[in-house]
């Protein structure tokens, strides 16, 4: 079955760094488009990035673009989000997903508070 685990949240301070991760696996990772989706108390779950099946192409939320940085290794069945200049509303849980997959992972929180 599909499986996606998500770590490397935590609490950091306003200007921070964090690199999140995400396991995959039970499914053909390589093939699959994947994207980061994060969910703050009281709202929708939102797209934060997506990167495609090979790589070669990123896209980014408004809110994070400049910021965030989305990434792959097809060898390792992993996707990564690179989040610098972390600012109150980046705060979270951070989902990881695959396109056209409904299955999700138990996210990782994301704390940014001085």
């Known amino acids: 079955q599909v499986q996606l685990v998500e770590s490397g949240g935590g609490l950091v301070q306003p200007g921070g760094s964090l690199r999140l991760s995400c396991a995959a696996s039970g499914f053909t990772f390589r093939i699959y488009s994947m994207a980061w989706y994060r969910q703050a108390p009281g709202k929708e779950r939102e797209l934060v990035a997506r990167?495609?099946?090979?790589?070669?192409?990123?896209n980014y939320a408004d809110s994070v673009k400049g910021r965030f940085t989305i990434s792959r290794d097809n060898a390792k069945n992993a996707v990564y989000l690179q989040m610098n200049s972390l600012k109150p509303e980046d705060t979270a849980v951070y989902y990881c997903?695959?396109?056209?997959?409904?299955?999700w992972g138990q996210g990782t929180q994301v704390t940014v508070s001085s």
């Open positions: 997903n695959a396109r056209g997959l409904d299955d």
């Open positions: 990167i495609s099946s090979g790589g070669g192409t990123t």
